[in-house]
């Protein structure tokens, strides 16, 4: 019975197994357009009652599927505190924990619903290959949110001195001044907070170049680690 379940669970090399994944990835977009439409206000009752039995539906396949992975694990604990296992749980707890609570927690309940996207990337082999990609990467991705925590830092205290005379009410603080930072080194640019002094208009020329290297690293950097995956993956095989 083990072996069996497993087939169909885990291994993909048999039809059963692959119909079973593109069922379970089939609830996942369903549950998630349910969830959607839940949001829409003045549904009628019986549409209402449509998709929470459709939820039902979803919640006790992901259940069983849940069940099932634990039950042909040969490390339960290690599978239960897996990523994989922590997001299969995510899946299902909220409907669970929605029952005898207060209804004003009931719609922050709902929004963890949205975890069962993550279940797609144990059945998509393209999100396999960036989730390989990103933990391949994982050294020098942390390495650029350092530094770019740091420039961001750097930018709001710099643009604090050029403008905190000019414009006391947007640039009053450091703290004040790091929206605009942010804004400025993604490259964003909202316009709702801008430098008028030339010292100001200088420094943000020089932030918003760097800003542009910043926006390109991490593309670099996920790149060549999903190209590393796939060769990887490829030597594995």
């Given amino acids: 019975m083990k072996e069996a379940i497993k087939k169909v669970v885990e291994n993909n090399d048999t039809r059963l197994s692959k119909g ?16 959607s439409i839940e949001t829409l206000p003045k549904l009628e009752p019986k549409t209402r009652f449509i998709l929470s039995a459709i939820e039902i539906f979803c919640v006790i396949v992901f259940t069983l599927e849940y069940l099932a992975r634990i039950y042909i694990a040969e490390k339960k604990g290690k599978f239960i505190f897996s990523f994989f296992g922590l997001i299969d749980l995510l899946a299902i707890l909220p409907f669970y924990l929605s029952f005898g609570v207060d209804l004003r ?13 993550l279940k797609l990337v144990r059945y998509n082999k393209a999100m396999r290959h960036f989730t390989k990609a990103m933990l391949l990467a994982r050294e020098q991705i942390i390495l650029f949110m350092a530094v770019t925590l740091v420039l961001i830092y750097f930018s709001a205290v710099g643009i604090y001195y050029f403008e905190n005379e000019a414009q006391p009410d947007h640039f009053a603080s450091v703290f004040d001044s790091l929206w605009w930072s942010i804004v400025t080194l993604t490259t964003v640019g909202y316009g709702d907070v801008y430098p008028i002094t030339a010292g100001g208009k200088i420094f943000t020329f020089f932030i918003l170049l760097i800003g542009l290297g910043i926006v390109a690293v991490p593309t670099g950097i996920i790149s060549s680690s999903l190209t590393k995956a796939v060769e990887l993956e490829s030597e594995e095989k």
Avoid: G, P
């Avoid at 079973?20 to 969830?35: R, Y």
């Fill in 105 to 117: 927690s009931l719609r922050i309940l709902r929004m963890f619903r949205l975890f069962r996207l």
């Fill in 20 to 35: 079973f994944d593109f069922f379970i990835q089939f609830l996942i977009v369903v549950s998630v357009i349910t969830f």
